[in-house]
């Protein structure tokens, strides 16, 4: 089922965020990886919303893309 | 030390926003709780900052509220 066709549930909205936001530092997962201080497989699954992660590893993401920590769990307007 | 003097973490600014959102509504944790399927303990435990609480439970946690589950986790300003 196409994601867009519903609600996407908060993981996924993370995983599509975080993606985005991944590519477009030209990070491989992992380079984002390497940043937070994670393993690559670990960012994998949550770009593939397979982790239910916790909000000490949401605040490491935010930080080391450098956006505030709630903007990853923001649906993007549009999408 | 004073909260308010220096960055708060992100589970920090989780409890404060829960803590707010709880009691516009004149709900008791237990009455949270029990929206929310959790025990009263636990979010007792987050609102304490004390859980690294997963996004799936914020999810729960927003759902119940009525509100969208990354504002749970953005300071509000002024604070």
Do not use: C, F
Not at 45 to 52: K, L, P, Q
Not at 58 to 73: D, F, K, M, N, S
């Amino acid at each position: 089922m196409d994601v867009s066709a519903r609600n996407p549930s908060l993981r996924e909205i993370l995983a599509t965020n975080l993606r985005k936001l991944r590519n477009e530092r030209r990070w491989s997962q992992e380079d984002l990886a390497a940043e937070v201080g994670l393993h690559r497989t670990y960012v994998g699954s949550v770009e593939r919303a397979e982790r239910n992660i916790s909000v000490d590893n949401i605040e490491r993401l935010g930080v080391a893309l450098g956006v505030e920590p709630w903007q990853l769990l923001r649906r993007a307007q549009g999408s």
